[in-house]
């Protein structure tokens, strides 16, 4: 038997939407801030990183009846929808033009040290420290072989260090 949930409106009137089943609410009450933690990490916008996991798990609610390991799904979901987001602010960067006096947000050392990373070093080092996966899950994620992700995080982690030591 199937319970079901609705999502109650922000508008306060009757919502169209599907009901959420009761497993997803609770996948959303339990890993919704570790998820944000996470694209946050990637991403290094707090507002995009909650935008892009609402959107996943919405994504995630189409496909709930057809997904064996919801939580697997959602993180990499969420990690494509990063790489995604990265992309298209490279695009955007490239085609805006720069301001003449840049103002200086305040000091965040770990994202600027991520920062100079490539983005598969950076996200291997993510999945690895922050999520605690293996390399065998962390290929899946990236969609690459376990020995890239082993490369990916030795190159990784010794930028780093080398960033670090400066």
């Given amino acids: ?17 599907p009901p ?7 996948l959303y009450d339990d890993r919704y801030a570790p998820m944000v933690r996470l ?8 507002a995009a990183a909650e935008e ?3 959107d996943s798990f919405v994504a995630l609610h189409r496909r709930w ?28 960067l490239r085609h805006q033009p720069r301001p003449r006096d840049a103002v200086a947000d305040a000091p965040d050392e ?8 490539p983005p598969r ?8 420290f922050y999520e605690d996966l293996p390399d065998d899950d962390i290929a899946r994620v990236l969609g690459c072989r ?11 982690l010794a930028k780093l260090r080398k960033e670090i030591e400066r």
């Fill in 65 to 92: 009846q057809r997904i064996t390991t919801p939580s697997a799904y959602l993180r990499t979901t969420v990690v494509n929808a990063c790489r995604t987001w990265g992309r298209r602010k490279v695009v955007e």
């Fill in 39 to 46: 694209a946050y990490l990637l991403t290094g916008d707090q």
């Fill in 20 to 26: 959420w089943p009761l497993e997803l609410v609770a």
């Fill in 1 to 17: 038997m199937l319970v079901t949930h609705a999502v109650p409106s922000s508008a306060g009137l009757a919502s169209a939407a």
């Fill in 146 to 156: 376990p020995a890239t992700v082993r490369t990916a995080l030795f190159r990784g």
């Fill in 110 to 117: 770990m994202w600027d040290v991520l920062l100079t990373l």
């Fill in 121 to 128: 070093q950076r996200a291997a080092i993510v999945l690895r």
């Fill in 52 to 54: 892009l996991v609402q």
